[in-house]
């Protein structure tokens, strides 16, 4: 069984990001997972061009990528990582409080200020293990988009 979660990306701000992500539940449903603050998106969806990045400043594009827990060396631990990611490396879904702990990584949290997140293991270590578990019997995919899922 496959796990397919969607960043949906809804506030763009002069440096930064804000969505949230959701889970896709059995009955096809989507479940909301927690916030996300990612770093200043630099180009529309599908629009993507290796020159619109900032290295440590811009947001993964928009689309659709491969999931999987992996060993970071960074962390020093089991990781939720993006693969797949045009003219991106070593993306790591984790903690933080704002577009400051992204160096291009989506940052994740169960609690949100205004345009920061509490710097909240609980998201990061519940997407990763939710990850570990399902990689055994499927794929692990994320949509990022700034749509709702359906």
Known sequence: MNLEIWLHRKILNENSTEGNMYIQQPDNSWKWFCHVIEDKVRAAPGDWKAAAKIYGKTAIPYGRYKVLSTWSGRFKRLLTGIF????????????????????GCPIVSYKAGAGTLVNDRGAMNDLNTLVLDRQKMGDCWITISDQQPI
Do not use: A, K, Q, Y
């Open 84 to 103: 797949g990611v045009p003219d991106f490396e070593g993306i790591r879904i984790h903690n933080g409080t704002s577009e400051l702990s992204s160096h």
